[in-house]
């Protein structure tokens, strides 16, 4: 099966600091997209970034960006300047029906 | 009006109980998609259906049974539930499921489900 592999469990920033955390995937597929979603403690599973795999330049939101390697098949994400809201669950999709979810990383930012 | 919406978002239930989880998108979209959230387990999809009609059911027991009457409302009836159902269901819409890598799902706030 197609997988998503998120190797760090969790993870700990200071604020402030920029913060990169890993995503790698599997697919034979020439075109798909990557997702990165935030979860909070409340459970709601909230949109971050998209890269498609055609996108030459790497997708930005915001402080969140994606370090888009797509001969490794993999799609980091990166947050810049740290805040303790953004303390929560990272979770790395790749859609081409469905999306498939990797387990996530929990962010912990420290004040 | 958020996004996507989703009721209740606590239930506790025991295994003998009937009940059913809401989920309503307010975003034009024409795909609507539940799936299960288990402590340290990836989230698994359960159900897609687009445009009311379901294109997907990834082996889910039959005690879970979903319900889509218009591409606004999507249901899930749960009856005679185990323990290990106990999870945060979360409810998910997206434009369509053409499987084109732009279809961005928005997601619920979730329902965490109990099941004694």
């Known amino acids: 099966a197609q997988k998503i592999t998120q190797t760090q469990p969790g993870m700990f920033v200071q604020e402030k600091e920029a913060v990169t955390l890993d995503c790698t995937y599997d697919?034979?597929?020439?075109?798909?997209?990557l997702f990165w979603y935030k979860q909070p403690s409340s459970g709601e599973m909230i949109f971050l970034i998209y890269?498609?795999?055609?996108?030459?330049q790497n997708a930005t939101e915001g402080r969140y960006s994606l370090n888009f390697q797509k001969a490794r098949k993999s799609a980091n994400l990166v947050i810049s300047a740290s805040q303790l809201g953004d303390s929560a669950m990272y979770f790395c999709?790749?859609?081409?029906?469905?999306?498939?979810f990797g387990k996530g990383t929990r962010l912990s930012v420290i004040a | 009006e958020t996004g996507v919406t989703q009721t209740p978002r606590h239930l506790v239930m025991g295994m003998t109980n009937k009940k059913s989880l809401k989920c309503e998108q307010h975003?034009?979209?024409?795909?609507m998609y539940w799936y299960k959230q288990s402590a340290k387990k990836p989230l698994e999809l359960m159900f897609v259906?687009?445009?009311?009609?379901?294109?997907e059911n990834n082996s889910v027991p039959s005690r879970f049974s979903p319900e889509c009457p218009n591409s606004s409302h999507l249901f899930l009836h749960l009856h005679t539930l185990q323990p290990e159902d106990s999870a945060l269901y979360l409810c998910?819409?997206?434009?369509?499921?053409?499987?084109?890598?732009?279809?961005?799902?928005?997601f619920g706030p979730g329902t965490r489900l109990t099941v004694l």
């Open positions: 259906y687009s445009l009311e009609e379901r294109v």
């Open positions: 890269q498609g795999s055609y996108d030459e």
């Open positions: 975003l034009g979209h024409n795909a």
């Open positions: 697919t034979s597929d020439q075109s798909y997209g």
């Open positions: 999709a790749r859609l081409n029906t469905p999306l498939v």
């Open positions: 998910a819409s997206s434009p369509q499921t053409s499987g084109h890598s732009t279809d961005t799902q928005y």
